[in-house]
C-alpha cells in the first residue's frame, strides 16, 4: 500500500487535469464525443492503478480530505451566482425540468425493482441500485444503505450502495457528451445568439481579469457559506427539514449574494466565484476519479453488472426522447440533456463538466447553465427523498 498525503495528492489531482486537457486537445474522438477533461484524466489514472494493482498487487490510497471541501466550494459558487431575478425569469422552464427529472426517479427505481426480481435478487437491492445511488450519489447512498441494512435486513447494503454509485459517477461523465452530440446533429439545431455577459459556468477557459482585493472577497464569502451552511445542516439532522450539507451551503450562496445585493452593501463579483467554482470542480472530479478502485468494481456479479448497464441504457434513452423534447427540442435543450446524464447517473458536478464541454464546443446555453445546477444541486434531494420513500413503503409493506 502507497499512501500519499494532502499535498502529494493535490499534486496528482492537478497532474489529472493537465493530462486531460492533453488527451482532449491531441484525441480527436474523445473532443468529438465531449467528453469532459476531469473525466478523461482520472479515469485514466484510474486504469493505470488498476494495472499497477493487477499486476503486482499494489494499490494507492490517496489523501482525499480536501475532497468534501472542494465540493461544497463548488455548490458555494452556484448558490452566490443565482440571481433571483434570474432565477424568476427561468421559473418555467425550471418547474418542467423538475417535473422531467422527477419521471425518471420513478422510471429508475421501477427499473431496478423489476429487473432485480427478474434476476433473482432481493428487491432493496435494485432500490438501491436506483434513484437512491443514481440520482442520489455518494452521500445518498450511503445514508439509504445504513436504513436498508439496520431495519430491513439488506447484507453489504454500503458495499453495494457506493459501487453503485462509482459506477454511475464514470458513465454519467461518459454518456453525456455522445448523447449531446447525437442530438444536436440529428436535429442540426443551431446555437442561438446571446446579447447578455455570461453567467457563471458557460465559458470556464475565458480569461477573466481578477484582483487580488476581489479574490480575497470571494474567498470570505465561500467560506461563510461552507461555515454556515454546514452548521446548518448539522441543526436540521434528525428533522423533518434535514438536508444534504451541500444543499444548506449552495442555500446559504443565495441568500448571501442576494440580500447584500438587495441592501446596495455588496455586488457579488461574478467572475471570480465563476473561477474559484470552476477550479473546485475541476479538483473535485479529478480526484474522485482518480482515486476509483476499478478492482473492486470488477468483483461485481454478473446480474449487478446487467442491471447497472440497463440503468446507463435507460438514462440515455430518457435524455434523448424525455429530456430533450419536453425542454423544447432545441439546441439548450440538448446541452440540458447532457447535464440530465451528468447528474441522473453521478452527481451535479458531472453534470455541470458534461456542460461545459458541450458549450466549449458548440456555443454558450445561459438556460441550460440556470437550470440544471438548480435543480441537480437542491430540488432533486427534496424530490428524490419523497420517492424513495414511496418505492421502500410499496417494496416492503
Known amino acids: 500500500m502507497i499512501e500519499l498525503d494532502l499535498y502529494s495528492t ?23 464525443y465531449s467528453i469532459p477533461e476531469p473525466v478523461v484524466g482520472g479515469l485514466v489514472v484510474a486504469l493505470i492503478l488498476f494495472a499497477l494493482h493487477s499486476l503486482s498487487g499494489t494499490s494507492v490510497r490517496f489523501d482525499n480530505s480536501l475532497s468534501r471541501p472542494l465540493m461544497l466550494a463548488f455548490f458555494a ?34 427499473v431496478g425493482i423489476t429487473l432485480a ?16 445511488t443514481l440520482s442520489g450519489g455518494h452521500g445518498t447512498g ?41 442530438l444536436i446533429r440529428k436535429s442540426s439545431a443551431s446555437v442561438p445568439r446571446h446579447d447578455t455577459e455570461l453567467g457563471v459556468f458557460e465559458e470556464p477557459a475565458s480569461v477573466r481579469l481578477i484582483t487580488a482585493p476581489a479574490m480575497v472577497e470571494t474567498l470570505a464569502l465561500m467560506s461563510a457559506c461552507l461555515l454556515i451552511g454546514q452548521h446548518l445542516s ?25 440580500v447584500l445585493s438587495a441592501l446596495g452593501w455588496y455586488t457579488v463579483f461574478e467572475r471570480c466565484v465563476s473561477v474559484l467554482g470552476n477550479v473546485s470542480l475541476s479538483l473535485f472530479l479529478a480526484m474522485a476519479l482518480m482515486s476509483l478502485r476499478f478492482w473492486e468494481l470488477s468483483a461485481l ?13 435507460t438514462m440515455a434513452l430518457y435524455a434523448i426522447f424525455v429530456t430533450y423534447n419536453v425542454m423544447g427540442r432545441n439546441y ?5 440533456a447532457a447535464g440530465h446524464c451528468g447528474f441522473g447517473l453521478g452527481a451535479t458536478p458531472t453534470a455541470i463538466a458534461n456542460m461545459q464541454a458541450v458549450t466549449n464546443q458548440f456555443g454558450p446555453s445561459p ?7 438548480m435543480v441537480g444541486a437542491f430540488f432533486i434531494d427534496i424530490t428524490n427523498a419523497i420517492v424513495i420513500k414511496v418505492f421502500l413503503a410499496l417494496v416492503t409493506g
Not at 117 to 132: E, F, M, N, R
Not at 332 to 336: G, M, N, Q, R, T
Not at 367 to 373: D, G, N, Q
Open 117 to 132: 426480481k427478474l434476476l433473482g435478487l432481493d428487491p432493496l437491492v435494485g432500490l438501491l441500485a436506483g434513484s437512491i
Open 332 to 336: 439548450d435543450a440538448a446541452v440540458i
Open 367 to 373: 438556460l441550460a447553465f440556470l437550470v440544471v445546477p
Open 301 to 313: 456479479a454478473l446480474p449487478m453488472v446487467l442491471l447497472l448497464a440497463a440503468q446507463t441504457a
Open 10 to 32: 493535490l499534486v496528482v489531482a492537478s497532474m489529472v487535469l493537465i493530462l486531460g486537457q492533453f488527451l482532449v486537445a491531441r484525441i480527436s474522438v474523445i473532443r468529438k
Open 234 to 258: 448539522e441543526k436540521l439532522q434528525g428533522s423533518f427539514l434535514e438536508l444534504p450539507a451541500f444543499v444548506c451551503v449552495l442555500f446559504v450562496g443565495v441568500i448571501l449574494r442576494n
Open 142 to 182: 450511503a445514508a439509504w444503505s445504513a436504513v436498508l441494512a439496520e431495519q430491513h435486513g439488506l447484507k453489504s447494503a454500503t458495499e453495494i450502495a457506493l459501487a453503485c454509485a462509482t459506477f454511475g459517477l464514470i458513465l454519467g461523465g461518459v454518456i453525456g457528451g455522445p448523447v449531446a452530440q447525437f
Open 77 to 110: 459558487s452556484i448558490g452566490l451566482n443565482a440571481d433571483l431575478g434570474s432565477l424568476r425569469r427561468g421559473g418555467r422552464p425550471l418547474a418542467i425540468f423538475l417535473i422531467v427529472v422527477a419521471g425518471l426517479l420513478i422510471l429508475q427505481n421501477g
